[in-house]
């Protein structure tokens, strides 16, 4: 069984570079001593590499990737340069990405194969757009298809799935996250679809985080009765203690 995984995005924060080192240095510090957990945090791509040679046990990842390996791609990063400076998983796909700068699913999956050549983890998001629009699962299940096509059956156990109800983020639900229950019942189909997409055991081996409006009340209850492995963390992992608490809190 994999550890539980709990990854902080912190997005477009914080503003400056000596917060940013004090949150890294105070989160790292607080989840040094958590068992059973293996805590991810994405900065900016600007802040990596001061904070890279982390004396910390915790990782660190990119928030998206570019697909081609170098080139004129002006302000693009690749996965091979988030490596040497100490990634070992890359965001893929958020749908904050989707929603402000058009990333479609054949560029998401672009970056999911670009991100396995390299040998990094990608942290793949995928989610509905509106809560109750009676079509969530033809549209997770779609999405699914199309983000792993061409994904090798040998790297794809490698793979982290991130349900992230679009909806459900911090930022438009003023906190309020999807029931437990509700996840559970999407888990389901996501890993029935992994299974049929990679074969039953790989489908089994995939670990499936929740995202949206996560903290260190509600992540016990996705953990146990949402049926994940981990959860995928905004604006909670922009306040150290909060983080820690929450990372306290997912061992079950
Ligand atoms: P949030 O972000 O925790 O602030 O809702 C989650 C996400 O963007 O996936």
Known sequence: MKKTLLIGNWKMNPRTLREAMDLFNATAKGVENVKGTEVVLCPPFVFLPYIRKTKYRVRLGGQNAFWMKSGAFTGEVSPSMLRSLGCSYVIVGHSERKKYLGETLSMINKKVLAVLDEKLIPVVCIGEREKNSGNARQEVLYQM????????????????????????????????????????????????????????????????????????????????????????????????????????????
């Open 145 to 252: 298809e199309e983000i792993f096509d061409h994904v090798k059956i040998t790297s794809a156990s490698n793979v982290v799935v991130v349900y992230e109800p679009e909806w459900a983020i911090s930022t438009w639900s003023k906190g309020i996250s999807a029931t437990p229950e509700y996840t559970a019942n999407v888990i389901e189909w996501m890993r029935e679809s992994l299974g049929k997409i990679f074969g039953p055991r790989i489908g089994n081996e995939i670990r499936i985080l929740y995202g949206g409006s996560v903290n260190s009340t509600n992540v016990r209850d996705f953990m146990e009765k949402g049926g994940v492995q981990g959860a995928l963390v905004g604006s909670a992992s922009l306040h150290a203690k909060e983080f820690i608490r929450l990372v306290k809190h997912s061992v079950i």
